[in-house]
């Protein structure tokens, strides 16, 4: 053992998992970048424009990346955590979506205790009515069955959380047809650097 890895930076880390590579060409990429960014938006092709990461350390860091974002999105599909605030929400979503350079529409599915008992993704690229859509919404919350309530949760790349007029516009289409049979749309929240509730808002 190494020593108390509790103790070590982000850096000290990574340089203990990629050993051939020096001090300098680690502290060169966490110049250039932060750790969620280098775990979830660096490329194999980014990480060898590093002075010093070759073939062997960029694989050694991409499998870094994918052994990460399998450990977050298993804990995204396997918890069952009831739902009290947008905070709770934004606690589990942020490392799975909180962190991308693209857009992600999610929805939580709970039961009557607001107990989270299924997730989905809805669309994932540039948001718009188009994609999502709320036939194909409700479609999956039907076919699941036992469902009370949902939130909606979708990131901001930009990190601001200001919601848009797509934001607004999607998030009442998806209220009305939840309405019609049933199933109500408790919140949708805008992750970024913190979040934003349309609940806290008074926008549902």
């Not at 989905?120 to 948001?127: A, E, P, R, T």
């Not at 309530?149 to 998806?174: A, F, W």
Request: with cysteine; hydrophobic share 40%; proline share 3%.
């Amino acid at each position: 053992m190494y020593q108390n890895t509790t103790s070590l930076s982000d850096k000290e880390l990574m340089r203990l998992l990629v050993r051939e590579s020096n001090a300098t060409t680690i502290d060169s990429l966490f110049d250039e970048k932060s750790l969620p960014d280098i775990i979830y938006n660096t490329t194999q092709s980014e990480l060898m424009s590093v002075a010093g990461i070759g073939p062997k350390t960029a694989d050694k860091i991409q499998i870094i990346q994918e052994l990460i974002k399998r450990l977050v999105i298993n804990n995204y599909n396997v918890q069952r955590i009831k739902i009290s605030s947008p905070n709770e929400v934004y606690k589990m979503m942020k490392p799975v979506i909180g962190y991308l350079k693209h857009e992600e529409f999610h929805i939580l599915l709970l039961d009557t205790k607001n107990v989270v008992v299924d997730t989905f993704m809805v669309s994932k690229g540039s948001l718009n009515a188009s994609i999502v859509h709320p036939r194909e919404v409700f479609g999956y919350v039907l076919r699941h069955g036992g469902i009370a309530n949902i939130i909606c949760v979708h990131n901001h790349p930009s990190m601001d959380v200001k919601p848009s007029r797509e934001d607004e516009s999607i998030t009442k289409r998806l209220v009305d047809a939840g309405k019609l049979i049933g199933i109500k749309v408790l919140d949708h929240i805008i992750i970024g650097d913190t979040y934003y509730s349309f609940k806290e808002n008074e926008l549902l």
